[in-house]
């Protein structure tokens, strides 16, 4: 594209520099308000870069005399225009044509739209390549845009450590320091040893398959939205919706949905049973009347998609209420998941999974929420029992951080592993909790924040419901 036909304010970038050389002193917020190379004219980026480097040296201000002398120095001064053109951009600001702060958002508005041109060209430049697949095309021209954003967007650079000393000190005479937790998940030995779930941190839940990892992510799921008044979502790449949807509404109203769909209670036939089971069914949607979940059960979604729909969630809460957020996804579950680009005759599966590891860390930090994937276990879990005195098996073994599936990248990109354990039988059959409950272990791992441990939780399979034990004490040792 020409010149001519770019978004260009060159009078700006004159008003930018000139006030900036006139100032009696330079101002940082303006001086982090563009960046050098949001000028499109390389004359006054050299002439901006000096500014600059004469405020990191120290200082206060930045005359068209020293600007000119550190250029000559530099041997940039007849690059950048030479002493004259300098001394005409500092002449023409002696009456402002604009403040500026004013004109710096102006150069750095101009920039971005040049660079969303240029975005856009890419973006055709490669959605001609026949070799990408149209999921990866569509990621990588959103993630370009969403580039141009946050260069905008930078945060708040360094912090004075000492003055968050005083801060946190300040908080604990307060009596308001220590308050502030990760999201709420319904399970308050849990939320002692994650602190909550935390923005920006990868939890992994792993189990083997029927021993409810489903069901404990979706009471998670309904809870932290109950709860905390923020957003959840669930991507179900095994499960259709309405079956998702059946089981939380179960767990909800603690019916037993599988016996309700086998044997549907009607007024004519059982009136008590009918009035029991819809004003449980009542009360259930009125308890999840007010939360914000959202199902996708799209099987094969590949990380591309998984991005761009959290992304598209995301903006779609904030739009909804500007006072929720989305605070979750949960992804059911991760061995189902595709890399984006799809299989590699030249990538092992354990390469696939490690880069979907590595794509979900980096959406959790992106958008500041907590990404809960499921995971399976090896079955080597099952096969490599307790052995008892008698030398005949007890159980199953406690599960250890390798036996999640192609396990590598999930330990280490996870900020917190989670497993479901089922104790030996005969230990739990000596004291149950709750007359229908059995008893599970829900390990922690790796807790890359805090302690390791277990949570001793009640499963009710009927009502495909979790809740924390009700009797025993809430947490045990594990065995390894």
Same mark, same amino acid.
């Given at each position: 594209?020409?010149?001519?036909?770019?978004?260009?304010?060159?009078?700006?970038?004159?008003?930018?520099?000139?006030?900036?050389?006139?100032?009696?002193?330079?101002?940082?917020?303006?001086?982090?308000?563009?960046?050098?190379?949001?000028?499109?004219?390389?004359?006054?980026?050299?002439?901006?870069?000096?500014?600059?480097?004469?405020?990191?040296?120290?200082?206060?201000?930045?005359?068209?005399?020293?600007?000119?002398?550190?250029?000559?120095?530099?041997?940039?001064?007849?690059?950048?225009?030479?002493?004259?053109?300098?001394?005409?951009?500092?002449?023409?600001?002696?009456?402002?044509?604009?403040?500026?702060?004013?004109?710096?958002?102006?150069?750095?508005?101009?920039?971005?739209?040049?660079?969303?041109?240029?975005?856009?060209?890419?973006?055709?430049?490669?959605?001609?390549?026949?070799?990408?697949?149209?999921?990866?095309?569509?990621?990588?021209?959103?993630?370009?845009?969403?580039?141009?954003?946050?260069?905008?967007?930078?945060?708040?650079?360094?912090?004075?450590?000492?003055?968050?000393?005083?801060?946190?000190?300040?908080?604990?005479?307060?009596?308001?320091?220590?308050?502030?937790?990760?999201?709420?998940?319904?399970?308050?030995?849990?939320?002692?040893?994650?602190?909550?779930?935390?923005?920006?941190?990868?939890?992994?839940?792993?189990?083997?398959?029927?021993?409810?990892?489903?069901?404990?992510?979706?009471?998670?799921?309904?809870?932290?939205?109950?709860?905390?008044?923020?957003?959840?979502?669930?991507?179900?790449?095994?499960?259709?919706?309405?079956?998702?949807?059946?089981?939380?509404?179960?767990?909800?109203?603690?019916?037993?949905?599988?016996?309700?769909?086998?044997?549907?209670?009607?007024?004519?036939?059982?009136?008590?049973?009918?009035?029991?089971?819809?004003?449980?069914?009542?009360?259930?949607?009125?308890?999840? #009347?007010?939360?914000?979940?959202?199902?996708?059960?799209?099987?094969?979604?590949?990380?591309? #998609?998984?991005?761009?729909?959290?992304?598209?969630?995301?903006?779609?809460?904030?739009?909804?209420?500007?006072?929720?957020?989305?605070?979750?996804?949960?992804?059911?579950?991760?061995?189902?998941?595709?890399?984006?680009?799809?299989?590699?005759?030249?990538?092992?599966?354990?390469?696939?999974?490690?880069?979907?590891?590595?794509?979900?860390?980096?959406?959790?930090?992106?958008?500041?929420?907590?990404?809960?994937?499921?995971?399976?276990?090896?079955?080597?879990?099952?096969?490599?029992?307790?052995?008892?005195?008698?030398?005949?098996?007890?159980?199953?073994?406690?599960?250890?951080?390798?036996?999640?599936?192609?396990?590598?990248?999930?330990?280490?990109?996870?900020?917190?592993?989670?497993?479901?354990?089922?104790?030996?039988?005969?230990?739990?059959?000596?004291?149950?909790?709750?007359?229908?409950?059995?008893?599970?272990?829900?390990?922690?791992?790796?807790?890359?924040?805090? #302690?390791?441990?277990?949570?001793?939780?009640?499963?009710?399979?009927?009502?495909?419901?979790?809740?924390?034990?009700?009797?025993?004490?809430?947490?045990?040792?594990?065995?390894?």
């Amino acid at each position: 594209m020409e010149a001519g036909q770019q978004p260009i304010d060159l009078d700006a970038e004159r008003t930018f520099l000139g006030g900036l050389m006139l100032a009696t002193e330079l101002n940082e917020d303006h001086l982090r308000s563009v960046q050098a190379e949001d000028f499109f004219d390389r004359r006054h980026r050299l002439i901006f870069e000096s500014i600059c480097q004469e405020s990191e040296g120290g200082g206060a201000d930045a005359p068209s005399l020293v600007v000119i002398d550190r250029l000559r120095s530099q041997g940039a001064l007849q690059t950048a225009g030479g002493a004259e053109y300098i001394e005409q951009i500092v002449a023409s600001q002696m009456i402002p044509k604009a403040s500026i702060q004013r004109a710096g958002r102006i150069v750095s508005e101009q920039a971005q739209l040049r660079q969303l041109i240029q975005a856009a060209q890419e973006i055709i430049q490669a959605a001609q390549e026949k070799e990408v697949e149209i999921g990866d095309k569509l990621d990588a021209a959103e993630q370009r845009i969403m580039n141009i954003r946050d260069r905008r967007e930078s945060g708040e650079g360094m912090v004075d450590m000492v003055q968050v000393m005083k801060a946190i000190t300040s908080q604990m005479s307060e009596g308001t320091w220590g308050h502030e937790r990760g999201l709420i998940t319904g399970f308050d030995r849990l939320d002692r040893y994650l602190g909550g779930l935390q923005p920006g941190h990868f939890v992994v839940l792993g189990a083997r398959p029927g021993m409810g990892k489903t069901s404990l992510a979706l009471t998670i799921a309904a809870n932290v939205a109950r709860l905390n008044n923020c957003g959840v979502g669930v991507f179900s790449l095994e499960m259709p919706a309405q079956e998702l949807v059946e089981r939380l509404l179960a767990s909800t109203a603690k019916v037993n949905m599988l016996e309700v769909k086998r044997n549907p209670p009607t007024f004519d036939s059982d009136p008590e049973r009918f009035f029991k089971v819809m004003e449980r069914m009542g009360d259930a949607v009125a308890a999840m #009347d007010n939360t914000l979940i959202q199902v996708d059960d799209q099987p094969g979604l590949t990380l591309a #998609d998984i991005r761009h729909r959290t992304r598209n969630l995301d903006r779609q809460i904030k739009n909804q209420d500007s006072q929720k957020k989305l605070g979750v996804i949960v992804i059911d579950y991760l061995q189902l998941m595709r890399a984006s680009g799809g299989g590699s005759r030249n990538r092992s599966r354990e390469q696939e999974v490690a880069e979907i590891s590595k794509g979900l860390k980096g959406l959790a930090k992106e958008l500041n929420i907590t990404v809960i994937a499921l995971s399976q276990l090896r079955r080597q879990v099952e096969q490599e029992g307790v052995v008892g005195e008698d030398g005949k098996p007890k159980g199953d073994r406690e599960p250890r951080l390798s036996d999640l599936r192609e396990s590598g990248a999930i330990e280490q990109d996870a900020d917190s592993v989670l497993v479901l354990h089922k104790p030996n039988k005969a230990d739990d059959d000596d004291d149950r909790s709750v007359e229908d409950a059995s008893t599970v272990k829900l390990l922690v791992l790796k807790n890359r924040h805090g #302690d390791r441990g277990a949570v001793m939780l009640d499963f009710r399979p009927q009502y495909t419901l979790f809740t924390p034990q009700a009797v025993r004490k809430d947490s045990a040792e594990m065995v390894h």
